[in-house]
């Protein structure tokens, strides 16, 4: 009994609860009647399913406990969007290094528009304080 459970979303966490449900329903059932039947090697087969499904049960409650709750999504991606809001409005200087090995500065401020372009790190530094953005 190879299974490969391929588990995650809810609806999915759900699918594969009642379709091992739905075995282990099957398995007790042809356990009892091997018992009854006296069919030990039978008995002995079905005991190997049921470990292996006991093995799946596992699987899928691992999968349950790390799955992260709504409310810690939500506070990831509020998270997320307050630093996406800050980063895009802080000033911002880029050193860039051309082909030919020039470098050239960028400074940009998103707050008011304003942009350098330049070849001198000094200028920059003097832009930057000139504008009061090193705020």
Same mark, same amino acid.
């Given at each position: ?26 398995? *007790?059932?042809?356990? *009892?009647? *091997? ?7 039978? =008995?002995?087969?079905?005991? +190997? ?9 596992? &699987?899928?409650? +691992?999968? +349950? ?10 506070? +990831? ?8 809001? =800050?980063?895009?409005?802080? &000033? ?10 020039? =470098? ?17 790190? *000094?200028?920059? =530094? ?10």
């Amino acid at each position: 009994m190879a299974h490969a459970f391929y588990i995650t979303t809810t609806s999915n966490i759900e699918i594969t609860q009642k379709h091992l449900n739905n075995i282990a329903t099957s398995l *007790a059932h042809r356990l *009892a009647v *091997a018992h009854a039947n006296h069919d030990l090697g039978l =008995v002995a087969q079905l005991e +190997r399913e049921r470990q292996q499904l006991q093995r799946q049960y596992r &699987l899928l409650n +691992r999968v +349950r406990a790390d799955r992260p709750s709504l409310l810690a999504l939500c506070q +990831r991606l509020w998270s997320d969007l307050k630093a996406a809001i =800050v980063q895009s409005t802080q &000033l911002s200087v880029d050193r860039q290094v051309t082909d030919a090995g020039e =470098v050239w500065w960028q400074a940009h401020d998103p707050q008011t528009g304003k942009v350098l372009y330049t070849d001198s790190e *000094a200028e920059v =530094v003097q832009w930057v304080e000139e504008n009061g953005l090193g705020r």
